[in-house]
């Protein structure tokens, strides 16, 4: 199993201490670090800020779509890919303006997936058309757009955030990742509808969820029911990649909970059981 | 430069640009390289003393010009501490103002307010087509989105905006970048309503290089006697300059590959007289020359004094470009390096000489 930890992107956060963080779960040894939008902040500017300062954790963003022209979120995509040397991993979710249009949804994320692919598209949806051929833009005109750079990654990893979104993700052939609330039962039949649209493709895309992590200013963390939580969710849906997010926690608190989880959870969540001098 | 153009009194801002993350066919590179060049060349120009490095932005092109120069930009602050980052020009009206508002303030309050965002029009159709934008309202879409960035910045609440081309909701937001009242603005052009529409915004005016000395003087005296008109302060001006400093003879070379990079650029992008610039190759070649008369490229001494007598005009900020495709062949890296130690302190020392009362701002 992947294990990662969400790094909280706050109106006060500095970039350093996003810097520094994201490389202590580096050298912890954890697989991922994810950064989501909050407040309106660009979860792609702070992962692109990450670039020089790692070299191997993947960054994962939650970022929302379909509120402006989703190309915007497929350009920085690809820029923000760049930075990090390919490691970008780009989670999906309707901006809160969309209010429940699914389709409009949708169309943004058959638009972003367009865009990534390395060939000149047309789309022509109810939302968007691209190229638009406005009667205005005359000169140079191109019958088919092509989004350039293309992201370093071959296929940009994507995942749709939100398991009321799955019908999306099986449309659109994408994994569904799990937000924090949304528990083992609901995730498996989210799975269920992903391979029931997908088939043999389901079993190739990684099943992610966003976790709260319980992490004490004295006491740490749980390690042994932690990691009991995590192999009982990859057993009962097929968890293989989790985002660990320590609520509340202060800096200090959770830099120390990442060390944990990289010595004390990961090493427990890597086989069938854990090893027996790892048991407890 | 015991002699020459009158110092403004007060400290001038260089900054070396323009970095495009370009592939071309002529120097092509491999995208994840230069991402990673972007990030040591930032620190190369930190190292060496200048205040600030300017990225630019187009849309959909062959070579992977990149379309984001906020991210990339992020990447590079990251990797400095005291160097200033700026757009020339992120492309304004064919955006929505209000993601930029977000995307510029979150590496302004990251990376310690270190953003200069200058913006320009933008002029390729098939730019403002693949967003679904109509290219003849771009300039009633910069003015609207220039009054959003405002008003998004400074907002900490609820924010609400209705114009022609830009409707918001009601929403909350409280995007709180680190410059105050907000991160510089630039507008980027030289024609009337651009100055007009700097003026009026408090936005600084950032010119394009191909000016010869004359027209600088002209615009910056018209800028003046806007800000005057409409009875508001002074605004800042900037200019770009293609430059090379060499103590040899790389100069020519420079101005060759200089010329062949425009030509490429004009020659697939631009209308000339209403037809595409390829097919008008006298009207090119113009431009062309232009681009060869307004270039600065020679020893440190003359490279010096020309660039202090756009100084002496009122400029306060420079933008020297160096960073080109057509630059890899030659050894940019020897050019920064002569300029940072030849002509900046120089130009830093001459500047701050002077009364600021003699100075025209």
Known sequence: ?280 | MSEGPEPPGRPLEVGVGLWTLQSTAAHPRHHGVLARQLVDDARLVESLGFDSFWLAEHHFWYDGWCPAPLVAAASAAAATERLRFGTAMLLLPQRDPLRVARTAATLDRLWGGRLDLGVGLGHRDPEFDGFGIERRHRGERMDEALDVLRLAWSTHGTFEYHGRHFDYPPTPLDLRPVQQPHPPVWVGGMAGPALDRAVRHGAGVLLPQTLHLHEVEAILSAVRDRAEALGVPPVRTGILKDAWVTEGDEGAAFADRVASHYREEAGSWWLLKGRPAHERPELLDRQMDRIRATLVAGAPDSVATRLSELVALGIDTLVVRFEYDVTRGLDRDATLALFASEVLPRLRAWARQGSPSASVA
Do not use: K
Request: with cysteine; charged share 25%; proline share 8%.
């Open chain 1, 1 to 280: 199993m992947r294990l990662g930890v969400g790094i909280p992107l706050g109106p006060d956060t500095a970039g350093p201490d996003l810097v520094a963080e994201a490389a202590h779960a580096e050298a912890a040894g954890l697989d991922a670090v994810w950064i989501e939008e909050d407040d309106g902040a660009s979860p792609l500017v702070a992962a692109a800020s990450l670039g020089a300062a790692t070299t191997a954790i993947r960054v994962g963003v939650t970022v929302a779509l379909g509120d402006a022209h989703p190309l915007y979120v497929a350009e920085e995509a690809a820029v923000a890919d760049l930075a990090l040397s390919g490691r970008l991993v780009l989670g999906v979710a309707p901006a809160p303006l969309l209010d429940g249009d699914e389709a409009r949804f949708d169309e943004a994320v058959a638009l972003v997936g367009a865009a990534h692919r390395s060939r000149p598209f047309r789309h022509d949806g109810p939302e968007w058309r691209v190229p638009a051929r406005l009667p205005g833009n005359t000169a140079n005109r191109e019958g088919r757009l092509r989004v350039t750079p293309s992201p370093l990654q071959i296929v940009l990893p994507t995942v749709v955030v939100g398991a009321p979104r799955t019908a999306v993700a099986a449309r659109r052939g994408l994994p569904v990742m799990a937000t924090r609330d949304e528990g083992p039962d609901v995730m498996a039949d989210a799975w269920h509808t992903v391979e029931a649209a997908c088939g043999p493709a389901a079993d190739r895309m990684p099943r992610a969820a966003h976790r709260v992590l319980a992490a004490d200013r004295d006491a740490g963390i749980d390690a042994g029911a932690t990691a009991a939580a995590l192999r009982g969710e990859r057993d009962r849906w097929g968890l293989d990649l989790a985002i660990l997010w320590m609520a509340g926690a202060d800096r200090r608190t959770r830099l120390a909970a990442i060390e944990a989880v990289g010595r004390r959870v990961r090493p427990r969540v890597q086989l069938d059981t854990p090893p027996p001098l790892l048991a407890t």
